[in-house]
């Protein structure tokens, strides 16, 4: 594969949004080079008669009915833990 140009890996790195010093585009180039050569090399294994898998160990999904437990801790105890609480809720700063 060819070389990436440090062109190309300002481009790459304004959409990732990524900032990169001058003095780190040859650098950067090189390596993410030796990379994509790396990837290509894995594409030429011959792969035809290796049988895909989307998991290794044989586990499989374990199910189990929710059961509710009823707890021995009164809501004020468990309530005087939380930073900051108002009317038997915790109170938490806005997300969005």
Do not use: Y
């Not at 900032?19 to 030796?34: G, R, Y």
């Amino acid at each position: 594969m060819a070389k990436l140009t440090v062109d190309e890996i300002q481009a790459v790195a304004k959409l990732a949004r990524i900032q990169l010093q001058d003095n780190e585009l040859a650098s950067v180039s090189e390596e993410v080079s030796s990379i994509l050569d790396f990837v290509m090399a894995i594409n030429e294994v011959d792969t035809a008669r290796v049988v895909p898998t989307s998991q290794v160990t044989g586990i499989t999904n374990v199910w189990r009915e929710d059961e509710v437990h009823k707890c021995k801790i009164a809501p004020k105890d468990l309530l005087s833990e939380a930073p900051d609480f108002q009317d038997g809720c915790i109170k938490v700063k806005k997300v969005l």
